[in-house]
Antibody, heavy 118, light 110 residues
Framework: QVQLQESGPGLVKPSETLSLTCTVS????????WTWIRQPPGKGLEWIGY???????NYNPSLKSRVTISLDTSKNQFSLKLSSVTAADTAVYYC????????????WGKGTTVTVSS | QTVVTQEPSFSVSPGGTVTLTCGLS?????????PSWYQQTPGQAPRTLIY???SRSSGVPDRFSGSILGNKAALTITGAQADDESDYYC??????????FGGGTKLTVL
C-alpha cells in the first residue's frame, strides 16, 4: 500500500527557509493532490497547500506569500519550502495524499518535527 | 477569512452517544463542503473516519457516522468506547479548492 515519509532538517533558524521532502512509496503520484499539513505544539491541524500531478498548486491564503510546493515525479517526491520562518512556524509537519474523487486525505506520513530557533 | 468551528471539548460516558459538530463562522455547512472527519491520538498522525459527509473509511467501526444536522456537519459516535478518547478534526473543502480544518474537539470518555 502507499506510504509517505517526510524528511528534512529538524532545526531551522529564524528568517531562513524551511525545506521538507515527502517520498511516496508503493504507489503512483498520478491523479492525487499531494498535500502538506502542520500542527504546532498543543494546537490543531493547519492545511498548508497541495500540488496536483499536473503541477498546479493551491495554498492556504494565510501562508501563500511564503509557501512553495513542488513535485519531482521522477523521484516520486514532493517538497515544501516555507520562507522567512519564525518561531510560530515550529510544528509537526505532515505530508498527505488527498484523493480528489472522495474528498479524503486518506494516507498520511508519520510527521516530522521542525523547530525554528537560533 | 473562513473559520471552521468545533466544540473545544466534549465528554461522553462509556456506551453513550455523542455528536460533535463542525460549523462555519458565517454561513451553513452543506454537503457542498464535503466535510470529512479525522481522529488523532497523541503522537500519531490523523486518520480518516468519515469522508464526503457520510462515507465511512475502510476499517472504521460502524459506531461512527457522519451527517449534516441543521447548518453543521456532524460526527456521531454511538456506543462510545474508552479508546474513542481522542482529538477529532473536521475539514471543509472550499469552492476555491482550499481545505480548512476546524480547531478540533478533545473527546473524553469517562
Amino acid at each position: 500500500q502507499v506510504q509517505l515519509q517526510e524528511s528534512g532538517p529538524g532545526l531551522v533558524k529564524p528568517s531562513e527557509t524551511l525545506s521538507l521532502t515527502c517520498t511516496v512509496s508503493g504507489g503512483s503520484i498520478s491523479s492525487y493532490y499531494w498535500t502538506w499539513i502542520r500542527q504546532p505544539p498543543g494546537k490543531g491541524l493547519e492545511w498548508i497547500g497541495y500540488i496536483f500531478d499536473s503541477g498546479s498548486t493551491n495554498y492556504n491564503p494565510s501562508l501563500k506569500s511564503r509557501v512553495t510546493i513542488s513535485l519531482d515525479t521522477s523521484k516520486n517526491q514532493f517538497s515544501l519550502k516555507l520562507s522567512s520562518v519564525t518561531a510560530a512556524d515550529t510544528a509537526v509537519y505532515y505530508c498527505a495524499r488527498d484523493f480528489p474523487q472522495y474528498y479524503d486525505m486518506d494516507v498520511w506520513g508519520k510527521g516530522t518535527t521542525v523547530t525554528v530557533s537560533s | 477569512q473562513t473559520v471552521v468551528t468545533q466544540e473545544p471539548s466534549f465528554s461522553v460516558s462509556p456506551g453513550g452517544t455523542v455528536t460533535l459538530t463542525c460549523g462555519l463562522s458565517s454561513g451553513s455547512v452543506s454537503t457542498s463542503y464535503h466535510p470529512s472527519w479525522y481522529q488523532q491520538t497523541p503522537g500519531q498522525a490523523p486518520r480518516t473516519l468519515i469522508y464526503n459527509t457520510n462515507s465511512r473509511s475502510s476499517g472504521v467501526p460502524d459506531r461512527f457516522s457522519g451527517s449534516i444536522l441543521g447548518n453543521k456537519a456532524a460526527l456521531t459516535i454511538t456506543g462510545a468506547q474508552a479508546d474513542d478518547e481522542s482529538d477529532y478534526y473536521c475539514v471543509l473543502y472550499m469552492d476555491s479548492g482550499i481545505r480548512v480544518f476546524g480547531g478540533g474537539t478533545k473527546l473524553t470518555v469517562l
